[in-house]
Structure formats: structure tokens, C-alpha cells
């Protein structure tokens, strides 16, 4: 009997090493299985190769290769190559000036510390008292000293000796001869000459300004501060560059047009025709309905016959489209005396309507306004007082007398 339960306990035995073989001869197999799958199987991805920019798409992007999407679910539309957005430049601003009624006055003191000669010598001469002939030759050579011109500093030095002569006081206290200072110099600067830049339609067309001088007055840069003082006054302008013999003036024409949104008209080449390139300028501002059209053209040496016919051609050829309302001759107001002899010769060969000066802030003198005005008889309109942007102001002869008596 015992016999008979020790077979049946090893059966069982037997029977339950043979299932736990199997079992696990089952697991391995499984396992094994799984790990071939993942190892054979094919990956659902693609590499995306960019073409570059700088060689037409020929080539790859190397940035790019080696980079895989998320895989796709089966049928699935391929995800599309999202570049990223390129952020575009900004254009530059457009400046909107401010007005220029009163620059003058605020720029008064620069104006003030470049004409002691006039004001401070002359009032420290005439305040002393008991002047005799010396002293008035002492006068007379500060005036001509300060550009007023042998003329004008006769004539005002004769009305000083009869203010002096009259007084009577010996001693003259330095407030009464600034009045007098002050009174005379106002009459020879002439705040009667009408100054108004010509910049507003005349019936159905723009009016159009031709602005001419010698070379390195500064001729150019004045027309881009003029542009400025016109938008400040809400005028349409546009501008001509018929400077086409220097290859940056057109250049440096369109930067100052651009920065307060005014358009220039110029020449696709270097050394066009000056007088054709002014035409179109004018033709372009009518049709634009500008309010007026600024025509730089190329600085030349008063000196020079051939040169200044061809300025008269430029004049000739814009008024065969349109009438000129306006010329403005540009001087270096630090030449003194010798810009009076430029200013002869380009009134001859244009009829210039009005006077720019420009660097009065240097060592300029402030007499040559009196002897520029008495010389061709048309006004200062325009003075440049500095290098910046807004430093070109409209003449104001009591503004112009205030600052160099104090």
C-alpha cells in the first residue's frame, strides 16, 4: 500500500516538472520573438533635406539632415515642411518735422556767439565816449572786419557819429547805444524785403525751385533741409536730383527725401543730362500734384564760361514745361567778401530771387547779409546755423539784429 502512494506522489511530481518546462520554454519564446520584431522592422520616418538659399535649392541644408518628424499614422498625409516665419525689415520711419516758425529765435545764442564783432567790439567802442577820428577809424575797421561792406559801413557809421553828435553827453551809457546799434543795423538788413519762399501751387501745376551755388557750400544737404521745412509747413514736395556730375549727390539727395516721405527723381546712370533729368522732375511733379519741386543741380565755379552755360540750359529747358517761381543762390557765408563776386555771376546767369546762407555759425560774418542784399538786391531768405537736420531756419531780420547786439 505504501508502495502504491509513493508512485502516485512521483507521478504528480513528474507530471508538474514537465509543465513548469514548458511554461517556461513558452515565455522564452515569446520573448525572443518580441525582440526580433523591433529589431527588423522598418521605421515609418523620412528625412527632410532643405535646399539652401545662397545656391539656387541645389543643395541640401545641413542643418536639416539627420532630423526626423514625428512618425505619421498609417495613411496619414504627409506633414507638411513648416519653415519658420522670416520677420521682415521695417521700413524706416517717416520723420515729420517740426514747424520752423520762431528756429530762428531759438537758435538766436549759437547765432549770437559768431558775431561779437558787431556787437560786443562796436558797443565797448561807442559806449567809451569822447570819440575822436582814431577811434571812429576803430569803428569803421570792426565793420568791414564783420563782411558789412565799405558802403553799408559808411552809411552807418555816419548815422552813429550824428546819434553821437546829437547826445551831446560825452559818455554814453552802453542801453542807449544798443537802441541806437540796434535801429540802424535793423534799416540796413531791410525788414521790408519780402523773404516767403515761393512753395505753393500757382493755378494747376507746382511751384518749382532751382537751387544753384558753388562747389562745397553745402548745396545739397541745404536742399534736404529745405524739404524738411516745407513738409513741416504741409506742402507736397518733390525733388530733382540734376546734380549728376558728383555720383553721390543723388544718392545723398534720395536719403534726405526719404526721411520725411518726400519722393526724388533722378537718373538711373551717372553723367546724364543735368537739364533732362530737371525736365522730368518737373513733369513728375505735375503729375503728382505736388505743391512744389526742389531742383538741386551740380555745383561749378563761378569762374567757369562753360560751366554757367549750362546752368542758363538747365533754366531754359525746365521753363519750356513749366515757369521757375523761385532761385536760390547757396553761399558759404565764411568766404566773406568773394562770395559776393559768386553771387554776380550766377544772378547773371540765372535771375536768382533769393539768398541761402549757409555756415553762419562758424567763423562767418554776420555783415554779409546787409552786403549780399545791397549787392543783388534780393533778400536772404534762408540762413544755416548748424549741421543738424532741422539747423536751417527762415530769415527774420529783427531775430537776425537781436542776436548780435544782445
Do not use: C, Y
Not at 541745404?222 to 530733382?240: P, S, Y
Not at 549750362?310 to 529747358?317: P, S, T
Not at 536760390?328 to 562770395?339: K, M, Y
Request: hydrophobic fraction near 45%.
Amino acid at each position: 500500500m505504501l508502495n502504491q502512494v509513493w508512485e502516485v506522489v512521483t507521478l504528480v511530481v513528474a507530471i508538474a516538472v514537465v509543465i513548469g518546462v514548458a511554461v517556461v520554454g513558452l515565455v522564452r519564446g515569446r520573448s525572443g520573438r518580441s525582440r526580433s520584431l523591433s529589431a527588423t522592422a522598418p521605421a515609418a520616418t523620412t528625412v527632410i533635406e532643405r535646399p539652401r538659399a545662397d545656391d539656387g535649392g541645389d543643395k541640401a541644408d545641413e542643418g536639416s539632415v539627420g532630423t526626423l518628424p514625428a512618425i505619421q499614422p498609417p495613411n496619414a498625409p504627409p506633414e507638411a515642411d513648416v519653415l519658420p516665419d522670416i520677420e521682415e525689415p521695417l521700413a524706416p520711419a517717416v520723420e515729420r518735422p517740426e514747424s520752423a516758425r520762431g528756429r530762428l529765435a531759438r537758435l538766436r545764442a549759437r547765432l549770437a556767439r559768431s558775431n561779437t564783432a558787431i556787437g560786443n567790439a562796436l558797443l565797448g567802442l561807442l559806449s567809451r565816449g569822447d570819440l575822436d577820428e582814431a577811434a571812429w577809424e576803430e569803428v569803421e575797421d570792426t565793420l568791414i572786419g564783420a563782411d558789412l561792406g565799405v558802403e553799408a559801413t559808411t552809411e552807418l557809421v555816419a548815422r552813429l557819429r550824428t546819434k553821437v553828435k546829437v547826445d551831446g553827453s560825452g559818455a554814453t551809457d552802453e542801453a542807449t547805444v544798443r537802441g541806437w546799434l540796434r535801429a540802424d543795423l535793423l534799416e540796413l538788413v531791410d525788414p521790408s524785403m519780402d523773404r516767403r519762399i515761393a512753395s505753393s501751387r500757382v493755378g494747376d501745376r507746382p511751384a518749382v525751385i532751382l537751387v544753384v551755388g558753388v562747389n562745397g557750400t553745402g548745396k545739397t544737404t541745404t536742399v534736404g533741409k529745405l524739404a524738411r521745412v516745407l513738409v513741416a509747413e504741409d506742402r507736397d514736395v518733390v525733388l530733382g536730383a540734376a546734380d549728376t556730375f558728383r555720383a553721390a549727390a543723388a544718392d545723398q539727395l534720395e536719403t534726405w527725401g526719404a526721411r520725411v516721405g518726400v519722393p526724388t527723381i533722378r537718373s538711373d546712370r551717372d553723367g546724364a543730362d543735368p537739364a533732362a533729368v530737371a525736365f522730368d522732375a518737373v513733369t513728375a511733379g505735375a503729375e503728382m500734384e505736388a505743391d512744389v519741386v526742389i531742383i538741386d543741380t551740380a555745383g561749378r565755379l563761378h569762374n567757369k564760361v562753360g560751366l554757367m552755360d549750362e546752368l542758363g540750359k538747365v533754366k531754359r529747358v525746365i521753363e519750356k514745361k513749366s515757369p521757375i517761381d523761385e532761385v536760390l543762390l547757396v553761399l558759404d557765408a565764411t568766404t566773406g567778401q568773394n562770395g559776393l563776386r559768386q553771387a554776380e555771376v550766377f544772378s547773371e546767369a540765372v535771375t536768382v530771387t533769393g539768398i541761402v546762407l549757409t555756415k553762419l555759425d562758424g567763423t562767418a560774418k554776420g555783415g554779409i547779409v546787409v552786403a549780399v542784399q545791397r549787392k543783388l538786391g534780393v533778400p536772404v531768405k534762408l540762413i544755416g546755423l548748424g549741421e543738424g537736420p532741422d539747423d536751417l531756419a527762415p530769415f527774420d531780420a529783427e531775430a537776425f539784429v537781436d542776436a548780435i547786439v544782445g
